[in-house]
């Protein structure tokens, strides 16, 4: 269960937040500004100065969304913390982002186990503002309302290597692309220069078939060639790849697999995954 209770907007949509709060914004937003500049890719940066969003407090969404439809056609839908995983694709198919609408707090400036509007609003929606990635996100959406909850699950590691913690090609360098790592000081380092990181052309069966833990850094990310190459990835024949890659089995895991009685677990082990977006889209300093 979350710690945090979403702020309820007013009727025009407006939310009162407290200087605690917009104070960790201003934070969380310059920290990161500090650490993307050279690193995030060009469409990402591009979408930042589409939304023109408040270095110093918590944006409302009434201004996101009006920058994000005038781009795109895409508003950002305010959500409890936690949401059934079916609503989660519905918003998607709807062209509707959702963001629970509290902030982490001070204590947990540096870990957060659940998506906050930081990492919803300074993650995921600059990239909203691509023609090509937000119709990529959409067709996903459209998918996951037609899918059983097996299928689902296959699809939530499709969602996981790209639009969390994707990579893409840019000339003869990679640039960050997923919110997972756009929005976490330490996963912005570590994915493009840590030794330790695999970086592999992405496979849409590879990442199909590549289980994930939702707490570590990750051991391994899939580098795309352009958002064409994702958008081209998502329609009907995923599912014919879903059932591909259930015949052939999963990799093995790249990391160290906790007992069942241990407090960490695989997404595929998890008894919580696949009730709630948050469930099954952990973020590790996120």
Not at 136 to 149: C, E, L, T
Request: glycine share 4%; net charge negative.
């Amino acid at each position: 269960m979350t710690a945090y209770v979403a702020k309820l907007p007013d009727a025009n949509g407006m939310v009162s937040y407290d200087e605690i709060e917009n104070d960790t914004w201003s934070f969380l937003y310059s920290r990161q500004m500090n650490l993307i500049q050279q690193r995030a890719c060009a469409e990402y940066l591009n979408g930042l100065d589409v939304l023109g969003l408040n270095r110093f407090a918590v944006p409302q969404l009434p201004d996101v969304n009006k920058a994000l439809r005038n781009a795109s056609g895409w508003e950002v839908a305010a959500v409890p913390a936690l949401i059934p995983f079916a609503e989660f694709f519905q918003l998607l198919a709807d062209r509707k982002f959702p963001a629970a609408t509290f902030i982490r707090t001070p204590n947990e400036i540096d870990y957060l186990q659940e998506p906050d509007i930081f990492h919803e609003i300074f993650g995921h929606c600059p990239l909203l503002t691509d023609p090509v990635f937000a119709n990529f996100v959409h067709n996903y959406g459209k998918m996951g309302v037609k899918a059983s909850p097996i299928q689902r699950r296959y699809l939530a590691r499709v969602f996981w290597f790209t639009v969390e913690f994707g990579l893409i090609q840019n000339q003869q360098e990679q640039r960050i692309y997923g919110a997972g790592i756009l929005s976490s000081p330490s996963e912005t380092v570590y994915s493009l220069e840590d030794s330790k990181a695999k970086r592999v052309p992405f496979s849409l069966q590879r990442a199909l078939r590549t289980p994930y833990r939702i707490d570590i850094l990750q051991p391994q990310y899939f580098v795309i060639d352009s958002f064409e190459q994702l958008f081209e990835s998502m329609n009907e024949s995923i599912f014919d790849e879903i059932e591909q890659a259930i015949e052939l089995g999963d990799f093995e895991p790249l990391f160290e697999v906790a007992s069942q009685k241990g407090k960490v677990t695989t997404e595929r082990e998890s008894p919580k995954a696949p009730a709630s977006k948050k469930q099954v889209f952990e973020q590790h300093d996120c």
